[in-house]
């Protein structure tokens, strides 16, 4: 198994609250969808000067690739690539 972590700042005007809820909208449902995802949650951060967390589980290494590439991902990204400032992102072996 391996766990994704990505922790993201938002572009400054745009409405934290509103963009963590459109993000979590059309990511979560992605369970399910693409094969191997497990497993996603997005959620408001608030410490760490960070807006909003990303986690998630993946059958494999193989399984995380595939995800990051699927349609259905790249389409859920469209809905909110452009309130990203920056990201960090972490993903481990279980």
Do not use: N
Not at 48 to 62: H, I, K, N, P, V
Request: aromatic share 10%; glycine share 6%.
């Amino acid at each position: 198994m391996v766990k994704h972590i990505v922790i993201y700042t938002l572009k400054d005007g745009v409405d934290k609250a509103a963009a963590v809820e459109t993000i979590r909208s059309v990511l979560e449902p992605l369970v399910g969808k693409i094969p191997g995802l497990l497993h996603l949650e997005v959620r408001p951060a608030y410490q760490g000067g960070m807006d909003y967390a990303l986690y998630s589980e993946f059958e494999s290494r193989q399984a995380l690739a595939v995800y990051a590439d699927h349609p259905l991902h790249q389409e859920a990204k469209t809905h909110f690539w452009d309130y990203l400032d920056s990201r960090v992102c972490a993903d481990y072996d279980v």
